[in-house]
């Protein structure tokens, strides 16, 4: 399923040249002078994680389903992106453009990509989850569907675009911002740690305080009181699905602006398996978990992949990090559910 | 017309019948109790009422409308509500947050507000506690829960599964007391219970349900009276 040609996280960090002798090499002084950039660099591809896993542990929260097509609603954004940016000139090199234009053009690109993932999550739903669901189908068979519903919108797109990446999309260049500790954060950090921030906030004060929020805390917890209660648990599941897709939208601008060569039929695939780990490290069904476990899949790959001086090893520390977590607290580290996390 | 009216219901889980050809009315005003062994059918007639149940055959009208096919959650708003078997509470949420759930399908704040009172005044207990979280409130504290998030909606038709289940004598009174005095605000009530004397001393009417199908039907007085039922569900000798 993994191809040779997924664009690689390879995140831009110098690396220390590992001993030749030796299989691993634990180059600690690396890590001790890489550690804030590892750590700046870390927390934006947490980020990008913590909103697409957001989607995840939503959607297992009010169906206690894992939706495996979360990661082509994202990709699917992702080409909302680049035929949005291509279309306005974008192209490998940064665009002579003046500071405003290049803002409101991302924010087209971004409201393209939100609808497109979301509109995408919403249909995957109707088409795929629903007739399930009114059949009484068992768990099983949601999973394989979900798996299936992955693969066709994979190959739909292989098939209407081939297997090579797209060109390339700048959409600015980097500019130094900061020094923290002699590191330097430039802007792309920063504008995708910030908005991604306020994404993640606007998410969890919306399940917590709004109406809607409350349905969908109500119908994770239990479906049929929900029903009850007046919530039309229908509506709530395609509200869930559509806010999931909505934030993924956001992930896919952040993903290309981060790795403009990354828009490829399957270049969801690493990164959906990645985000879905972050919702289950942090305790799946859980709205802060998933911020959290975002964070920390994002910062553990760039500390690993210094410490051990290969990109080759960022999501195989991730992943060591995910089993070795899950065996102290099976149900992630914040553990419970959307429904039972208080409040 | 009758407040809510079954004709010849049945209702299937798959292949087995839970409900035989029932059909009985709730007139406004009531207290009706249906009363039964366990797993005679009254959760499924009370979920086929609430609309969480379809039935296979019959029908189903409220307030003269027919709403057998009727989303369950537009029920709701239509003045049916019901406190579930068990209580359903939501544990994660605080005392507050399930009573405002009781009034989703709301949007008078000054009436929810009216009916946020009037619980409060039947269980200043929830008032006390309204910041405590769902899940950890004794039983009998969830059961009022349970019942003043049923009243939030502001129902015609209230529909009450058991709520003195595994509750102690004392509250069991008690309960049955607020029962009474929601009824004499005006509230309509069906209930199910397996503690059969106190729901018949209070109930205007009631049916014996066994196995799927209504075996007596009466007034409180007169199954109270019946020596079968006495002996069946009185624990009298
Ligand atoms: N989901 C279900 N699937 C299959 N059969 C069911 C289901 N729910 C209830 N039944 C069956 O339907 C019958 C009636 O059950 P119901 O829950 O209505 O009984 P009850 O009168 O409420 O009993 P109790 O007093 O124990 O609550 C029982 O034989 C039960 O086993
Ligand atoms: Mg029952």
Not at chain 1, 325 to 337: A, E, M, N, Q
Not at chain 2, 79 to 106: D, H, K
């Amino acid at each position: 399923m993994i191809s040779e040609a997924i664009p690689s996280l390879i995140h831009a960090v110098p690396m220390a040249v590992p001993m030749d002798d030796t299989w691993i090499t634990f180059d600690v002084n690396s890590l001790a002078e890489n550690f804030w950039s590892s750590t700046f660099d870390g927390l934006t591809f947490g980020a990008i994680y913590a909103l697409v896993a957001l989607g995840y542990t939503l959607v297992y929260g009010v169906l206690n389903l894992i939706n495996f097509a979360h990661s082509e609603v994202f990709i699917v954004g992702c080409y909302g992106v680049f035929f949005t940016l291509s279309a306005l000139n974008f192209g490998p090199s940064a665009p002579h453009l003046p500071f405003w234009a290049i803002v409101g053009n991302l924010l087209l690109a971004l409201v393209v990509a939100v609808i497109a993932s979301a509109l995408t999550a919403v249909i995957v739903e109707r088409v795929a989850y629903k007739p399930l669901r009114r059949r009484k189908a068992p768990r099983l068979a949601f999973l394989i569907t979900a798996i299936g519903v992955s693969f066709a919108i994979q190959y739909l797109i292989y098939w209407w675009r081939g297997p090579s990446p797209e060109a390339a999309l700048t959409m600015f260049r980097p500019t130094p911002i900061f020094d923290v500790f002699g590191t330097i954060v430039d802007s792309q950090q920063l504008v995708i740690i910030i908005a991604a921030v306020i994404l993640m906030v606007a998410t969890d004060q919306f399940i917590r305080r709004s109406k809607t929020g409350r349905g969908i805390r109500a119908v994770a917890q239990d479906p049929d009181t929900a029903t009850l209660m007046g919530v039309n648990k229908e509506k709530i599941i395609l509200t869930t699905f559509a806010i999931g897709g909505l934030l993924a939208g956001a992930a896919a601008l952040f993903y290309v602006m981060k790795i403009p060569s990354g828009v490829q039929y399957n270049g969801g695939f690493i990164l959906g398996v990645k985000a879905f780990a972050a919702a289950v490290l942090g305790g799946i069904g859980n709205v802060r978990g998933a911020l959290l476990g975002g964070l920390l899949i994002g910062l553990i790959g760039n500390y690993g992949q210094v410490l051990l001086g290969s990109s080759q090893w960022t999501d195989v520390v991730a992943f060591v990090v995910l089993v070795l977590v899950l065996v102290v607290r099976p149900d992630g580290i914040l553990g419970t559910s959307l429904g039972k996390s208080k409040a | 017309m009758s407040l809510l009216e079954l004709k010849n219901v049945s209702v299937h889980y798959g292949r087995i019948q839970a409900i035989h050809n029932m059909s009985f009315t709730v007139e406004e005003g009531e207290i009706v109790s249906l009363i039964g062994a366990n797993g005679a059918g009254k959760t499924t007639t009370m979920r086929t009422v609430s609309g969480l149940l379809n039935p296979s055959y019959g029908s189903i009208s409220f307030m003269g409308q027919d709403i057998t096919s009727m989303k369950a959650h537009i029920r709701v708003v239509k003045g049916i509500s019901q406190a579930p078997e068990g209580r359903g509470i939501f544990p994660g949420m605080t005392v507050m947050e399930n009573l405002n759930m009781g009034s989703y399908g709301r949007n008078d704040s000054s009436g929810i507000a009216k009916d946020l009172e009037r619980v409060f005044d039947l269980f200043p207990r929830l008032k006390e506690r309204s910041k405590q979280f769902g899940g950890t409130m004794s039983g009998g504290e969830q059961q009022m829960l349970a019942i003043g998030r049923a009243l939030m909606s502001n129902p015609k038709l209230l529909l009450l599964d058991e709520p003195s289940m595994g509750l102690a004598p004392q509250f069991i009174r008690q309960i049955f007391k607020i029962i009474t005095e929601i009824n004499d605000q005006g509230t309509t009530v069906l209930l199910v219970e397996q503690n059969a004397n106190q729901a018949l001393a209070r109930s205007h009417r009631a049916f014996v349900l066994e196995t799927g199908s209504i075996t007596h039907r009466g007034t409180g007085k007169e199954l109270m009276a019946n020596p079968a039922i006495k002996e069946a569900y009185l624990g009298v000798a």
